[in-house]
């Protein structure tokens, strides 16, 4: 005698996204161990930057310690249960956030709600903006577990906008009206948009044009707008990032109404690379959603030994400055490696700015146009050539054939042995097409893997 | 216009009950040892302060254990990417250990059964999440825990129908009760899923009995529901009777994988209490039910614990020694601490329900009450609070069906606090109720110069300022 959520699997965990990994977690890939196992390159972690992380942290033993010059402040951490979030990270925070958007914006400390990560905050957003059976609407493709995080306990419904390929999946005005539409037409109210900018999975940031878009269709329809800005410190590329805060900034609506219907959330698990932590936030100038989420976030807080820690390293402004130039400029040289070896391959991606992932065309290796196709392309790649890759529908996509390809949760030597795999890959699939091969695979295959499902974390 | 949902401007997160209110206005004048002696002393916070020592004398020891180090290598790297739902083996490992040993290893618990949760507030959520529809129905026995209405209400939409407790039997539940709620629920047409107890009990600092496990069990084997049993306080049991778990019940009574009843019963934790460690968002689920513990696991992606403190912890848990005088000590300075309150109460002529447990007393003040009303209730705590200068919690926020109880806690302020607040106490119900009676309104005019004085110092309007930082139980 369950709850309905906890007996159905609209927690979204059964999609293939998840099921890859399942996969991989069998056989996982190491140099020396297992040098014939699974890469994975379907998680969208951050590890290129943490010897500097490191090293900041041996040489500010306080932080880690629980100590303010050199005195224990452990009592009044193990005490600090406040969900108005512990006031020096906050403000380290809000200062953090604003020389990421170059200073453009200022934040307020008292409009920050903290959370356990942006799952958290991501669902706290939707606990306070919609009821069950309202909708929001989401550019495809998106983050695959924003069918768990937005819908499963909300019960709110999910509307795609259609982004394709055809305009390199840019948000139009066409776009928003046909999703809002839609909506309608299965009577559901929508309460707003959420974005993801930087995207995940494309790479790309939004430009001024798509925002603009965005904020005339919240400012006509009186809905909400969600900008989940979690990648905004990976853009190593121009064009530059300019946040929804920014867009509004320009166009001088800060005495608007849409001002209090715009939300940012934020969190430290891409740009530091610190997911274990649990560090989110929702951003909002609304003062009755700043309210409901803060004390909705007793759900789910952070701890304060980590806000404590983070706050000592934030208000380092020298090392953060640095760590973010160094950490772009690593993204970047990571993802021209990625780029350069999937081009050696003859295969293309969209052209990325931002992120830990690349959105990777592989239309041209489908047997046919169909996600049928696109499947057994998917499953070759992942049990045949050892990659673990996201499949475009499971974010959503509307065309089959593209795949997103993380590169900064691996090393640079296991990169090129991923790009080695992608060229037997591709070499693999020409071969069979210009023998007429059957759909059995060509290669004797090292990686052969039984499918199965077995429940495991997803992660950005 | 704004179009937010209904659970974001409606009211019920539950926060502007009085308990809540009591502590704003704590908040605006706390009282300091030095800078501030005549502010509100806070007793309506249920925080155990007493052994901190022992943890900060074992954190200098063992300085790895925070350093993100293990046998001296750096296991930074592999922290900071730890978000895994299924939690650090080493730390789950440490926490079914610990919460043996609080049993004194009369039960056991399987790792693999425990679903860490950031703090029992998440736990308690995500177990009604996971067992009922918004609709349905949670018997709780009264008095109770004024946070519930929040964690078992607000978003899930589930319905909470008490269970009538009273003191003439020290506010232990019995069969009648729990079969009344029963079909109090029925008559409004509601589904029940379970019950909820908190046992040691907030607010009255009692463990319960077999007897009541024993019913507790009966009654939700006949009805086919679940019981989760929150036992957050398990380790401040510093008397006898000794704290018996559910999970030891259900042992004693040969309920294992293979009777019904087993897959309906669940516990929450945490170490906010027992530890004293509320900051830092460690809580936990246990149920022998898989799909259970699945579904919950998937759910606990909302309120993950920072990897960096199930590091931490797990060192600190796995330290038997630690643990073991930890616990040890722990009951002596709670048992040493209420006696004083205890003792404090009896000189100004209060006494209290007999406690074993918790880090409060459940205090009977009903002889103070101009009449046994609630109304009479709210009067006599408003005096405490802008008078005595001492933040309780009234009794009617805890929704006790009789007028008059109130909870003070005693663990989260140094004695010689705990000795000002009873001297305080003392004062004024010697002044107050020595005072001839006119009739309630004009009492005031009877007030020396000076305490009328004290009285327009303190009195402010209430505001619904939100700046409750709420938690502690």
């Given at each position: 005698?369950?709850?309905?959520?906890?007996?159905?699997?609209?927690?979204?965990?059964?999609?293939?996204?998840?099921?890859?990994?399942?996969?991989?977690?069998?056989?996982?890939?190491?140099?020396?161990?297992?040098?014939?196992?699974?890469?994975?390159?379907?998680?969208?972690?951050?590890?290129?930057?943490?010897?500097?992380?490191?090293?900041?942290?041996?040489?500010?033993?306080?932080?880690?310690?629980?100590?303010?010059?050199?005195?224990?402040?452990?009592?009044?951490?193990?005490?600090?249960?406040?969900?108005?979030?512990?006031?020096?990270?906050?403000?380290?925070?809000?200062?953090?956030?604003?020389?990421?958007?170059?200073?453009?914006?200022?934040?307020?400390?008292?409009?920050?709600?903290?959370?356990?990560?942006?799952?958290?905050?991501?669902?706290?957003?939707?606990?306070?903006?919609?009821?069950?059976?309202?909708?929001?609407?989401?550019?495809?493709?998106?983050?695959?577990?924003?069918?768990?995080?937005?819908?499963?306990?909300?019960?709110?419904?999910?509307?795609?906008?259609?982004?394709?390929?055809?305009?390199?999946?840019?948000?139009?005005?066409?776009?928003?009206?046909?999703?809002?539409?839609?909506?309608?037409?299965?009577?559901?109210?929508?309460?707003?948009?959420?974005?993801?900018?930087?995207?995940?999975?494309?790479?790309?940031?939004?430009?001024?044009?798509?925002?603009?878009?965005?904020?005339?269709?919240?400012?006509?329809?009186?809905?909400?707008?969600?900008?989940?800005?979690?990648?905004?410190?990976?853009?190593?590329?121009?064009?530059?990032?300019?946040?929804?805060?920014?867009?509004?900034?320009?166009?001088?609506?800060?005495?608007?109404?849409?001002?209090?219907?715009?939300?940012?959330?934020?969190?430290?698990?891409?740009?530091?690379?610190?997911?274990?932590?649990?560090?989110?936030?929702?951003?909002?100038?609304?003062?009755?959603?700043?309210?409901?989420?803060?004390?909705?976030?007793?759900?789910?807080?952070?701890?304060?030994?980590?806000?404590?820690?983070?706050?000592?390293?934030?208000?380092?402004?020298?090392?953060?400055?640095?760590?973010?130039?160094?950490?772009?400029?690593?993204?970047?040289?990571?993802?021209?490696?990625?780029?350069?070896?999937?081009?050696?391959?003859?295969?293309?991606?969209?052209?990325?700015?931002?992120?830990?992932?690349?959105?990777?065309?592989?239309?041209?290796?489908?047997?046919?146009?169909?996600?049928?196709?696109?499947?057994?392309?998917?499953?070759?790649?992942?049990?045949?050539?050892?990659?673990?890759?996201?499949?475009?529908?499971?974010?959503?996509?509307?065309?089959?054939?593209?795949?997103?390809?993380?590169?900064?949760?691996?090393?640079?030597?296991?990169?090129?042995?991923?790009?080695?795999?992608?060229?037997?890959?591709?070499?693999?699939?020409?071969?069979?097409?210009?023998?007429?091969?059957?759909?059995?695979?060509?290669?004797?295959?090292?990686?052969?893997?039984?499918?199965?499902?077995?429940?495991?974390?997803?992660?950005? | 216009?704004?179009?937010?949902?209904?659970?974001?401007?409606?009211?019920?997160?539950?926060?502007?009950?009085?308990?809540?209110?009591?502590?704003?206005?704590?908040?605006?004048?706390?009282?300091?040892?030095?800078?501030?002696?005549?502010?509100?002393?806070?007793?309506?916070?249920?925080?155990?302060?007493?052994?901190?020592?022992?943890?900060?004398?074992?954190?200098?020891?063992?300085?790895?254990?925070?350093?993100?180090?293990?046998?001296?290598?750096?296991?930074?790297?592999?922290?900071?990417?730890?978000?895994?739902?299924?939690?650090?083996?080493?730390?789950?490992?440490?926490?079914?250990?610990?919460?043996?040993?609080?049993?004194?290893?009369?039960?056991?618990?399987?790792?693999?059964?425990?679903?860490?949760?950031?703090?029992?507030?998440?736990?308690?959520?995500?177990?009604?999440?996971?067992?009922?529809?918004?609709?349905?129905?949670?018997?709780?026995?009264?008095?109770?825990?004024?946070?519930?209405?929040?964690?078992?209400?607000?978003?899930?939409?589930?319905?909470?129908?008490?269970?009538?407790?009273?003191?003439?039997?020290?506010?232990?539940?019995?069969?009648?009760?729990?079969?009344?709620?029963?079909?109090?629920?029925?008559?409004?047409?509601?589904?029940?899923?379970?019950?909820?107890?908190?046992?040691?009990?907030?607010?009255?600092?009692?463990?319960?009995?077999?007897?009541?496990?024993?019913?507790?069990?009966?009654?939700?084997?006949?009805?086919?529901?679940?019981?989760?049993?929150?036992?957050?306080?398990?380790?401040?049991?510093?008397?006898?009777?000794?704290?018996?778990?559910?999970?030891?019940?259900?042992?004693?009574?040969?309920?294992?994988?293979?009777?019904?009843?087993?897959?309906?019963?669940?516990?929450?934790?945490?170490?906010?209490?027992?530890?004293?460690?509320?900051?830092?968002?460690?809580?936990?689920?246990?149920?022998?039910?898989?799909?259970?513990?699945?579904?919950?696991?998937?759910?606990?992606?909302?309120?993950?614990?920072?990897?960096?403190?199930?590091?931490?912890?797990?060192?600190?848990?796995?330290?038997?020694?630690?643990?073991?005088?930890?616990?040890?000590?722990?009951?002596?300075?709670?048992?040493?601490?209420?006696?004083?309150?205890?003792?404090?109460?009896?000189?100004?002529?209060?006494?209290?329900?007999?406690?074993?447990?918790?880090?409060?007393?459940?205090?009977?003040?009903?002889?103070?009450?101009?009449?046994?009303?609630?109304?009479?209730?709210?009067?006599?705590?408003?005096?405490?609070?802008?008078?005595?200068?001492?933040?309780?919690?009234?009794?009617?926020?805890?929704?006790?069906?009789?007028?008059?109880?109130?909870?003070?806690?005693?663990?989260?302020?140094?004695?010689?606090?705990?000795d000002l607040a009873m001297q305080r106490l003392k004062a004024f119900v010697g002044e107050y109720y020595n005072v001839p009676e006119?009739?309630?309104?004009?009492?005031?005019?009877?007030?020396?110069?000076?305490?009328?004085?004290?009285?327009?110092?303190?009195?402010?309007?209430?505001?619904?300022?939100?700046?409750?930082?709420?938690?502690?139980?």
């Amino acid at each position: 005698m369950l709850s309905r959520k906890a007996s159905c699997d609209s927690h979204g965990q059964d999609s293939s996204y998840f099921l890859g990994w399942q996969e991989y977690e069998k056989n996982p890939y190491d140099q020396v161990k297992n040098p014939n196992g699974i890469i994975q390159m379907g998680l969208a972690e951050n590890q290129l930057s943490f010897d500097r992380i490191e090293s900041w942290l041996a040489s500010n033993p306080d932080a880690l310690e629980l100590k303010r010059n050199r005195e224990s402040v452990f009592r009044e951490l193990a005490l600090f249960q406040d969900y108005n979030g512990f006031p020096a990270f906050k403000n380290e925070m809000v200062e953090f956030m604003a020389n990421m958007r170059g200073n453009k914006v200022k934040f307020d400390p008292s409009k920050l709600v903290l959370t356990a990560g942006s799952t958290s905050a991501n669902e706290t957003l939707m606990f306070c903006l919609a009821d069950p059976g309202e909708a929001f609407l989401l550019p495809i493709p998106y983050y695959p577990g924003f069918d768990r995080d937005l819908k499963w306990r909300t019960g709110v419904e999910i509307v795609p906008i259609k982004c394709t390929s055809e305009n390199g999946y840019k948000i139009t005005e066409s776009a928003l009206q046909e999703a809002y539409q839609q909506a309608q037409k299965f009577n559901l109210k929508v309460k707003g948009v959420l974005v993801t900018n930087p995207s995940n999975p494309l790479g790309t940031t939004m430009t001024r044009l798509e925002l603009n878009h965005l904020i005339d269709f919240a400012m006509e329809k009186e809905i909400h707008i969600i900008s989940d800005e979690i990648y905004s410190g990976t853009v190593f590329n121009s064009p530059s990032f300019i946040s929804i805060a920014e867009a509004l900034t320009e166009r001088n609506l800060e005495d608007d109404e849409v001002w209090n219907r715009c939300h940012i959330v934020y969190s430290l698990s891409k740009d530091l690379g610190l997911p274990g932590f649990r560090v989110g936030m929702i951003y909002s100038n609304n003062q009755t959603v700043v309210s409901a989420a803060t004390k909705m976030s007793s759900f789910g807080l952070v701890s304060s030994q980590t806000q404590y820690t983070l706050s000592q390293m934030l208000k380092d402004k020298k090392f953060t400055a640095n760590y973010m130039k160094e950490n772009q400029r690593r993204l970047k040289r990571r993802k021209e490696m990625l780029v350069c070896g999937l081009k050696g391959a003859g295969i293309r991606c969209l052209e990325s700015n931002a992120g830990l992932f690349c959105w990777v065309d592989m239309r041209h290796l489908l047997r046919s146009n169909t996600f049928e196709a696109e499947k057994e392309l998917w499953k070759k790649v992942v049990c045949e050539f050892g990659l673990n890759i996201s499949p475009g529908s499971s974010c959503h996509c509307s065309e089959p054939g593209w795949f997103r390809m993380c590169f900064a949760n691996m090393s640079e030597e296991t990169l090129m042995v991923a790009m080695q795999r992608v060229k037997a890959l591709v070499d693999s699939t020409i071969v069979h097409q210009q023998t007429g091969l059957s759909k059995s695979r060509w290669l004797k295959s090292k990686w052969v893997f039984q499918l199965a499902s077995y429940e495991r974390e997803p992660d950005r | 216009m704004c179009m937010l949902s209904r659970n974001a401007t409606f009211n019920s997160h539950g926060q502007d009950s009085s308990y809540f209110l009591g502590w704003q206005e704590y908040e605006k004048t706390p009282y300091h040892e030095v800078h501030n002696t005549n502010g509100i002393i806070q007793m309506g916070l249920a925080e155990n302060q007493l052994c901190f020592d022992l943890l900060e004398s074992w954190l200098a020891k063992n300085p790895e254990a925070a350093a993100f180090k293990k046998n001296g290598e750096s296991i930074f790297a592999e922290l900071a990417l730890f978000q895994d739902y299924h939690g650090l083996p080493a730390f789950k490992k440490a926490m079914v250990d610990f919460m043996a040993e609080i049993r004194g290893n009369k039960v056991t618990f399987d790792p693999n059964h425990l679903v860490l949760t950031a703090g029992a507030t998440s736990a308690n959520e995500t177990f009604i999440f996971c067992l009922a529809d918004p609709g349905e129905v949670l018997l709780i026995p009264t008095p109770y825990y004024p946070g519930f209405d929040r964690d078992s209400k607000w978003r899930t939409g589930v319905a909470i129908v008490p269970i009538h407790c009273t003191s003439s039997n020290g506010f232990q539940i019995t069969e009648t009760a729990l079969e009344e709620a029963y079909q109090e629920a029925e008559k409004r047409n509601l589904r029940v899923k379970g019950v909820l107890v908190t046992n040691p009990s907030n607010p009255l600092g009692t463990t319960m009995t077999r007897n009541e496990l024993y019913l507790l069990l009966s009654f939700v084997e006949d009805k086919g529901i679940h019981l989760i049993s929150d036992e957050i306080y398990s380790g401040t049991a510093f008397s006898t009777p000794s704290f018996r778990s559910v999970m030891e019940v259900l042992k004693d009574r040969n309920c294992d994988e293979n009777s019904e009843v087993w897959q309906r019963v669940h516990v929450v934790y945490s170490l906010s209490k027992d530890l004293g460690l509320p900051g830092f968002r460690v809580g936990a689920i246990y149920s022998n039910d898989d799909m259970v513990v699945a579904a919950a696991t998937k759910m606990s992606s909302f309120g993950l614990v920072s990897s960096q403190t199930q590091h931490l912890l797990s060192a600190m848990l796995s330290d038997r020694k630690l643990t073991k005088n930890y616990i040890a000590e722990n009951h002596k300075r709670l048992k040493q601490r209420q006696k004083n309150l205890v003792s404090g109460l009896q000189k100004a002529g209060i006494s209290c329900l007999n406690g074993n447990a918790g880090l409060f007393c459940w205090v009977d003040m009903r002889h103070l009450l101009r009449s046994n009303t609630f109304e009479a209730e709210m009067e006599l705590w408003k005096k405490i609070v802008y008078e005595v200068h001492l933040n309780i919690s009234p009794g009617s926020s805890c929704h006790c069906t009789e007028p008059g109880w109130f909870r003070v806690c005693f663990a989260n302020l140094p004695e010689r606090t705990l000795d000002l607040a009873m001297q305080r106490l003392k004062a004024f119900v010697g002044e107050y109720y020595n005072v001839p009676e006119v009739n309630g309104r004009s009492q005031s005019s009877h007030l020396s110069h000076s305490r009328g004085q004290s009285l327009r110092k303190w009195v402010s309007r209430l505001s619904f300022d939100d700046r409750c930082p709420i938690h502690g139980r």
